[in-house]
């Protein structure tokens, strides 16, 4: 992560550096990305680099977590203190999702800082532990009443696969593979298919 130095940074200052190490690391293939392509998109001396970061690594760490933390903090300013019901939120979510994506590429970054590679260590381990205790907190926001009958690990397998189904949906119609509406009309159909599916699930099914 980045160093005390880059956290202490003029608000503006900072995310200049974090918006010019995303546009190198998703222009550029990994491998080929230098110290020298971000100083030069950041417009900050090399000396100033090390200041802030330890190396590259260092850096992709940084611009991961602070797409990790925008799009936690997106996601838990439309349901604080509200309690909106599961599906209800879901369903809702879908454009104001593909908005996100679509205007600040938060997971295009994640996506290719995660693809298999041999240029730096990843932490999969803590990033899941992340993932595990974001979902904690986000379905606890939520009304889930129609997933009572399942167990907490159940509840949130069904959201991590949802949510993944609901972001393979907006990267095509980002990408122009579909359009919004197409994409949209089949993300709510399927969540009609589990709504009703779950509604017919028997009441023991938690214990199992």
């Given amino acids: 992560m980045a160093k005390k130095t880059f956290d202490n940074l003029p608000p503006g200052k900072r995310r200049a550096i974090i918006d010019a190490l995303r546009t190198v690391f998703l222009d ?24 802030y970061f330890d190396g590259l690594e260092d850096a992709f760490t940084t611009l991961v ?3 990790l933390t925008a799009f936690e903090s997106e996601i838990m300013a439309r ?30 970054v994640v996506r290719k800082f995660f693809m298999p590679n041999q240029l730096y260590t990843v932490d999969y381990e803590g990033y899941r532990q992340r993932k595990e205790s974001f979902y904690r907190t986000f379905l606890a926001a939520l009304d889930t009443a129609a997933l009572d009958h399942l167990s907490t690990r159940r509840t949130m397998m069904l959201y991590y696969h949802l949510s993944h ?22 993300y709510h159909w399927l969540l009609d298919v ?8 028997k009441p023991d099914e938690k214990h199992r």
């Fill in 28 to 51: 550029k293939p990994i491998h080929s990305i230098s110290v020298a392509d971000v100083v030069r998109e950041a417009t900050i001396a090399r000396g100033s680099f090390y200041q």
């Fill in 65 to 67: 977590d602070e797409s």
């Fill in 79 to 108: 349901v604080q203190g509200k309690k909106l019901p599961f599906f209800t939120y879901l369903r809702d979510a879908f454009e104001k999702d593909y908005a996100f994506f679509r205007d600040a590429p938060h997971h295009e």
């Fill in 165 to 186: 189904v609901k972001i393979q949906s907006i990267h095509k119609a980002i990408k122009g593979h579909a359009s919004l509406t197409e994409a949209k009309e089949a």
């Fill in 194 to 201: 589990v709504e009703a599916g779950l509604k017919e699930t």
